[in-house]
């Protein structure tokens, strides 16, 4: 059973940064992919940003690129969301989801993932 635990949310001012982490256990992962999904009070859960495990190709919304980065260490089974220039329409609850059945990277589908962590606010203030 793969457990996910995300961490590094907070409150921030609009223009700063803040790093995300999602780290991965009940064995070395094996999966194919993650990813970033967030959620705003009143509106459903969207799509962020993907990785594939091997090989790191990476897929973005297009509202997060250029500003965040995914990233992954396989050796220590932790993902990174690197969130930049963030904007007070970023304040969310972001969660970390692992994909262990799609091997594609343009997979932006909540339903497409097979678990997924319990989610960290994010704040960003005007």
């Known amino acids: 059973q793969v457990q996910l635990v995300e961490s590094g949310g907070g409150l921030v001012q609009a223009g700063g940064s803040l790093r995300l982490s999602c780290a991965a256990s009940?064995?070395?992962?094996?999966?194919?992919?993650m990813g970033w999904f967030r959620q705003a009070p009143g509106k459903e859960r969207e799509f962020v940003a993907r990785?594939?495990?091997?090989?790191?190709?990476?897929y973005y919304a297009d509202f997060v690129k250029g500003r965040f980065t995914i990233s992954r260490d396989n050796a220590k089974n932790t993902m990174y969301l690197q969130m930049n220039s963030l904007k007070p329409e970023d304040t969310a609850v972001y969660s970390c989801?692992?994909?262990?059945?799609?091997?594609?990277?343009?997979?932006?589908?909540?339903?497409?993932?097979?678990?997924w962590g319990q989610g960290t606010q994010v704040t960003v203030s005007s």
């Open positions: 990785i594939r495990w091997s090989g790191g190709s990476t």
């Open positions: 009940g064995g070395t992962f094996s999966g194919y992919a």
């Open positions: 989801a692992a994909d262990f059945d799609h091997a594609g990277i343009y997979i932006t589908a909540a339903r497409a993932y097979n678990y």
